[in-house]
């Protein structure tokens, strides 16, 4: 069990998702996501787990250098809330464990659904009892996903991985950050069109 | 001018994007693209503008292998329209010299929410006058750029293209799948998410 606070991935009292498990296998064929693919994250686990703390620093360092990006951790106008990062950036930490251990059970999904609401002016700061900008914008998602891909691969390459097996673990991760950022995404999706 | 049926990019009588030049420059910092990318991009219409047929011939196997993709261009439980399938072809082929064209013109995002609208069931089918399922799943959207990312790279590395350069214009490549992905989402979300 984690302590890490507003982590609830199995937590039986999260709503459950709308989106069912065999969502979940559709979006798997749609991005070619296999067996391979699990087998992929979880060497890639290997890899990352010492690096977590350093893939943070590269990550917050990014968001801190993009005005419009930092913003979500604050109030209009104000500075970024230090305790916002800090509870968000353990939460990230355990994210790179989560999705390198590529296990996807319906807590996994229904957690999922909590991120996204997390991103949403529906659930927005209210993990964390601040108060920062109320909702992240839909077109401020999908682009995340380019340096959350770019960035992970000299961490997969320490240690004189083979470029293919390289290639192999990147390529899982985009396919997992697709299907997530799709997850995320639904609570801002109008009713039905999902 | 082309003359390719539907094909209404730089249309003066396509409703105005909601989405503005500076939500663009907004998604282009979040994914890092810069003028490199753009450079990146054209470098690659020059790799790809002569195979444009074979890329669409591997795209259309893929979307033919997937029965809940194919089943876009198809009534609920019948064939696939061969008409429709052929009409999509040609943009979809055209659409490829476009994104790697870069030209992110205010016209350019007017009819990226063209595309967007006939995916979603406010316009789909009506480009082509068809009668086929009236709507494609947001959930469809997202994991689909995985298997445009990934097929690309082979038509980008013939003629013996370092692998440096290969690597620049795929990236740049899924730079612009992510922001185009987003534009097309748009009549998917929710009134103020966006």
């Known amino acids: 069990m984690t302590t890490i606070p507003g982590y609830r ?15 979940l296998e559709r979006m798997k064929k749609t991005c070619l996501f296999g067996e391979a693919d699990a087998a992929a994250l979880r060497e890639a686990k290997e890899k990352l ?25 604050a109030e209009p106008g104000g500075p970024p809330s230090a305790e916002y990062l800090g509870a968000v950036r353990r939460r990230f930490g355990q994210w ?12 996994w999904l229904d957690y999922q659904l909590e991120i996204g609401r997390r991103h949403h002016r529906i659930g927005k700061n209210r993990a964390d009892g601040v108060e920062a900008a109320d909702h992240i914008r839909f077109l401020d998602l999908i682009p995340l996903v380019y340096p959350i891909f770019a960035t992970i691969r000299p961490f997969l390459e320490q240690g004189g ?6 290639d192999a ?25 999902f």
Do not use: C, N
């Open 169 to 193: 673990m990147q390529h899982a991760w985009l396919k997992s950050l697709l299907m997530q950022i799709t997850l995320w995404s639904h609570p801002y999706v109008r009713e039905g069109d």
């Open 49 to 73: 787990a010492p690096h977590v703390e350093a893939i943070l620093d590269v990550w917050y360092g990014f968001v801190a250098s993009q005005p419009h990006l930092v913003a979500a951790f």
């Open 161 to 166: 991985t083979p470029a293919a097996r390289v």
């Open 9 to 23: 991935h199995g937590d039986p009292t999260l709503p459950a998702s709308p989106v069912r498990p065999d969502d």
């Open 96 to 107: 790179i464990l989560d999705t390198t251990s590529a296990d996807y059970s319906p807590a």
